[in-house]
């Protein structure tokens, strides 16, 4: 008797939590994680096995080679990655910098009305296709460029490797501040959030010290809300790295490593959009295919890199 009902007490338990919603809500839950895992996988296995021929033929030189010639069928990567990396890191240069800023001044020192309407049109901005920034980068940037930044730059700093040769307009140049102006609005935007986040008793505390409002912000807020700026740099970092349209429409599409940043260069997401559809064999399909894994080990490389140095930062800071 005992027995049976030590059996019949846990099944009521068991109906009991799936009667409130315990059971349930934990399955959906778990079912939703593991489907994240799930399609990683997927993506990976399906990446790695279209790009079978390709890396049998050319394994690990794939990636060190720096001709993309369909027509001879002979592939790599390396001018596509030097492309991908050189304009996300002028990007960053730039953005990080500026979005940091303002992302500050809307955090710290605005007006709140002024605040919340300038953080509305900047998530606004986030919102907007890529198309319609590599138009805005054909129409307006790219003539701004050449008639009135880049002759400044030559005369000044034209003597800088990275600021020689002839400029026609498409360039990593013209990429790097596309992707700048892309990503702005997700530094802001994530690290205002951030910044508001900072207890108030963190900014009285350094008042009450004799700082001013600027150096408790400086030495008291943005340390403390450190981790989540570098997460939205490294959010920034992750839409640089897989930008295709607006890219594809100013960078030249030239796949040749310059050390000019004037001159014009390929990614490796653009060179996926412009000829995927159009592959001529089976190996040049695998080769863009292998391209992409190329472009996921990268992303991979990257936010692992950026996760273990966030992680040492907080170590520092303890």
């Known amino acids: 008797m005992a027995t049976s009902q030590a059996v019949v007490r846990p099944a009521n338990r068991f109906f009991r939590r799936v009667r409130e919603g315990n059971e349930i809500a934990y399955t959906i839950t778990v079912i939703c994680a593991a489907s994240i895992l799930l399609v990683t996988v997927l993506l990976v ?9 390709a890396r049998h033929k050319f394994g690990w030189s794939f990636i060190g080679s720096q001709t993309w010639d369909p027509v001879n069928e002979d592939f790599g990567a390396l001018p596509l990655a030097f492309g991908t990396l050189v304009s996300s890191a002028l990007a960053l240069l730039i953005a990080v910098p500026s979005g940091l800023m303002a992302a500050i001044f809307l955090a710290e020192l605005a007006p709140p009305k002024a605040s919340d309407v300038l953080t509305f049109l900047i998530e606004l901005l986030a919102a907007v296709p890529s198309v319609i920034y590599g138009l805005l980068g054909i129409f307006l940037l790219v003539p701004i460029l050449k008639d009135h930044v880049v002759p400044v730059l030559k005369s000044t700093l034209g003597w800088l490797p990275i600021f020689s040769g002839p400029f026609y307009g498409y360039s990593m140049l013209a990429a790097g501040l596309v992707l700048a102006i892309m990503i702005i609005p997700f530094i802001v935007s994530v690290s205002r959030e951030v910044l508001l986040a900072v207890p108030v008793e963190q900014r009285e505390a350094a008042l009450g010290l004799g700082a001013t409002r600027w150096e408790a912000t400086w030495q008291i807020v943005i340390p403390y809300a450190s981790r989540g700026i570098y997460g ?15 890219v594809t429409m100013v960078i030249g599409n030239n796949p040749k490593i310059a050390m000019s940043l004037l001159a014009p260069g390929y990614s490796i997401a653009a060179v ?41 930062t907080a170590e520092h800071a303890k």
Not at 45 to 53: A, E, T
Request: charged share 10%; hydrophobic share 60%; aromatic share 8%.
């Open 45 to 53: 296995f399906q990446l790695w096995n279209n790009s079978g021929i």
């Open 232 to 246: 939205s740099i490294f959010l920034a970092l992750a839409r640089a790295l897989g930008e295709t349209m607006a």
């Open 272 to 312: 996926i959009a412009n000829e995927f559809s159009e592959a001529s064999s089976a190996m040049h399909a695998a080769s863009l295919t292998e391209l992409g894994l190329v472009l996921f080990a990268i992303t991979v490389i990257i936010n692992g890199a950026a996760r273990l140095m966030m992680l040492t």
